[in-house]
T-cell receptor, first 112, second 109 residues
Framework: DSGVTQTPKHLITATGQRVTLRCSPRSGDLSVYWYQQSLDQGLQFLIQYYNGEERAKGNILERFSAQQFPDLHSELNLSSLELGDSALYFC???????????FGNGTRLTVT | KNEVEQSPQNLTAQEGEFITINCSYSVGISALHWLQQHPGGGIVSLFMLSSGKKKHGRLIATINIQEKHSSLHITASHPRDSAVYICAVPSGSARQLTFGSGTQLTVLP
């Protein structure tokens, strides 16, 4: 058990809808990272937060947004969903940017 | 952006065999990550290394910074080692990782 909790495990929704994915990092970890894994693109870095502040941004679409709350949990909001947004979304956390990463089990999003 | 090449894409081995998976990258890095993705989809971080060699049980990871190359070795492979192994390197910030396409390992009993 990595100590990183992601909810929900599975999400099925329709095109055009909006969903929120939640991540609770491992106790003591200040950094949270979001990654997307799709069949055609593989794993891609989306965004990083450190202690509530955005630190790095990757291939995150404008329709997607994220935040990290004072209790350090993070949410990834996906709006105006398209079929191509169907993917596994992983959250990971680490104590510092040079500490090992701990991954959650992912949220499998299916857009129909 | 750092380019990452992994080989082989697929690997089938008999139980007990010595396994090697390779990873090459294009731009100098601070650290390289080896990840294991289970058939159920979960990802486990195996190693983060910046130089030399690290060992954990039957797994060994090596990195050659000058040649921009890393290898993951599995000694005495076992069917439970069957998984996708992924290497990842930083592009930009330390955690803005670029991932290899993964190596699907199947170990037959």
């Amino acid at each position: 058990d990595s100590g990183v909790t992601q909810t929900p495990k599975h999400l099925i929704t329709a095109t055009g809808q909006r969903v929120t994915l939640r991540c609770s990092p491992r106790s003591g970890d200040l950094s949270v990272y979001w990654y997307q894994q799709s069949l055609d693109q593989g794993l891609q870095f989306l965004i990083q937060y450190y202690n509530g502040e955005e630190r790095a941004k990757g291939n995150i679409l404008e329709r997607f947004s994220a935040q990290q709350f004072p209790d350090l949990h993070s949410e990834l909001n996906l709006s105006s969903l398209e079929l191509g947004d169907s993917a596994l979304y992983f959250c990971a956390s680490s104590e510092t940017v040079v500490s090992p990463l701990h991954f959650g089990n992912g949220t499998r999003l299916t857009v129909t | 952006k750092n380019e990452v090449e992994q080989s082989p894409q697929n690997l089938t081995a008999q139980e007990g065999e010595f396994i090697t998976i390779n990873c090459s990258y294009s731009v100098g890095i601070s650290a390289l990550h080896w990840l294991q993705q289970h058939p159920g989809g979960g990802i486990v971080s195996l190693f983060m290394l910046s130089s030399g060699k690290k060992k954990h049980g039957r797994l060994i990871a090596t990195i050659n910074i000058q040649e921009k190359h890393s290898s993951l070795h599995i000694t005495a492979s076992h069917p439970r080692d069957s998984a996708v192994y992924i290497c990842a390197v930083p592009s930009g910030s330390a955690r803005q990782l670029t991932f290899g396409s993964g190596t699907q390992l199947t170990v037959l009993p």
